[in-house]
């Protein structure tokens, strides 16, 4: 019995998280997406900026292949969750708050 109380509370769990998911206008990203997103969010300092090398050095993404890493980069920017500083070199970017379907962006 106390095996489907776990099940329900994961369950529940995972509602939640869709929700917020979706509330935040990251449930169209693919899992790996939303894993380097996260690694960049956890990564960045008080003005969101964050190096390529501080989102690899993130646990979530120690077995994410180099060639995955890239191609979630590349789509984040296009997406504009990630941009590129103005002149910065290729390795910096700044984390772009999502805010839900909208598409409009919150500073952190």
């Known amino acids: 019995m106390k095996s489907f109380d776990n099940i329900t509370r994961i369950q529940v769990l995972n509602d939640l998280l869709e929700q ?3 509330d935040l206008g ?10 380097v997103y996260f690694a960049a969010w956890m990564g960045s300092n008080a003005q969101g900026e964050v190096t390529s ?3 690899r050095s993130h646990r979530g993404l120690a077995r994410m292949p180099t060639a995955t890493f890239h191609r ?4 984040l920017v ?3 969750f990630l941009s590129r500083p103005y002149g910065s070199k ?4 700044i984390v772009n708050v999502s ?5 409009n962006r919150l500073s952190q």
């Open 20 to 22: 917020e998911l979706h």
């Open 78 to 80: 296009d997406l504009n």
């Open 90 to 93: 290729a390795k910096k970017f």
């Open 99 to 103: 805010s839900g379907k909208s598409g």
């Open 72 to 75: 979630c980069l590349k789509a």
């Open 26 to 35: 990251l449930s169209d990203l693919t899992p790996s997406q939303r894993d």
């Open 53 to 55: 090398v501080a989102m």
